[in-house]
């Protein structure tokens, strides 16, 4: 493999036609200019230069090697610096979150992509145990998760709190503990955790979600408030989904006693530097889910 370091010096040499000034330009001595430059000729197995005293002329072998090394070294130069460089709005984020965070966070991001059309945003919904593996196996770099991760690879941050309600259809403006079990409870994919959490809580009665006919399952964060709102049951949800919900007037929101919130966390790659942009979304987050 030719070594990028005796290739600049062949070119530079070429480029200034004289074996002392290349020296100086390069900070070097002549006789480890003309020793570089030997190097190339013994890997190569060719003549790359035909010397006349204190000049010299190219041999085809050096014309071709003068060309195309020129135009790998400019390619190298160009890599440097698109490495290097570390812009806050430009490349792309790749972001995973659940939908209740999702339904607000994700609109958000539209709005910076759209002030910065280099920054491209990639978003998906995830459960919470969902985002941690993506986060682990470096499939996306930046992951909100509403529980602590239990993997040492995943560095988690809490950066915002989301208040859980229960709801319930519009006509049914009793949260006691006989009403909730005579509509039944609309489940979705954190619908025991959300129950145990706010319901546990607030009824002494409350054991497990189980203490409720199932009336219904859902997993799409959007959908969940349609049963409710149709009057089949009632559902505990975080609060961005509940005002992401389009017929507000089908359902009822009730205050507990005891409100409960859930802790929203930051997870990325520990020990894997954030860049400029990923930087850029946090603060929108950030900002955001406060």
Known sequence: MINPLWLRTFCTLVDISHFTRTAEHLNMTQSGVSQQVRKLEDLLGQALLIRKGKQFTLTDAGE?????????LGRLSELEMSIG?????????????PGSVGLKLYTQLLLLQKKYPKLVIDYRFASNHEVERLVAENKV???FMTRPSTLGDVHVKPIATEELLLITPHNIQSSSW????????????DGAHHASLLLGANYVEFEHDE????????????????????GLGFTVLPRHAVSAYGKPENIFIHQLATPVSETLYLARLRNKRLTNRQQTVIEVAEQCLM
């Open 178 to 189: 006989k009403q909730l079990q005579t509509l039944g409870f609309i489940d979705h994919p």
């Open 211 to 230: 203490a409720f006919k199932r009336s219904g399952f859902c997993n799409q964060i959007t959908l969940i408030l349609d049963p409710v709102g149709s």
């Open 64 to 72: 071709r090697l003068y060309k195309e090394g020129g135009e790998l």
């Open 85 to 97: 460089d570390d812009p806050a709005y430009e490349g792309s984020v790749r972001v995973v979150s």
């Open 141 to 143: 770099d930046l992951g």
